[in-house]
């Protein structure tokens, strides 16, 4: 079915100690298994950074890791430097590798990010 597809629009949360949400398992087996060369993939994660800021929104940095050999090409990485945390692996040179979404502690800056996010990607995917 991603063959239909050029853009595909993944999110996950993070779940535990900055563990892959439960039913991504079976999702990114099959993803791996399809032919992404040349497809483009935006990444969003949802997390807590103030209860958990040292795996801060870490399942979207780990479908990241799943996906980067598969030759697709990501867009959507947003700065790091609005947020509060203190460690995440879906940060890479100071970027996030999408968008991290923190609506339990940063609720008012989530319309702003996600409005700023979709421009982001409209621009990039143009």
């Not at 996950?12 to 087996?29: A, C, N, V």
């Not at 890791?65 to 940060?91: H, I, M, N, Q, W």
Request: proline fraction near 0%; aromatic fraction near 10%; glycine fraction near 12%.
């Amino acid at each position: 079915m991603v063959g239909a597809y050029e853009a595909l629009i993944l999110g996950t949360s993070t779940w535990g100690d900055g563990e892959l949400q439960d039913d991504w398992y079976d999702g990114i087996k099959v993803l791996k298994g399809m032919d992404l060369k040349d497809k483009v993939i935006a990444l969003f994660g949802c997390g807590d950074s103030e209860s958990y800021g040292d795996t801060f929104c870490d399942g979207m940095g780990i479908l990241y890791e799943d996906l980067k050999d598969s030759g697709c090409r990501f867009v959507g990485a947003v700065s790091d430097a609005d947020y509060t945390y203190s460690s995440s692996v879906s940060v890479i040179d100071g970027k996030f590798v999408g968008l991290a979404i923190d609506d339990m502690n940063e609720s008012d800056k989530t319309e702003r990010r996600i409005a700023s996010w979709t421009d982001l990607l409209k621009a990039e995917l143009a």
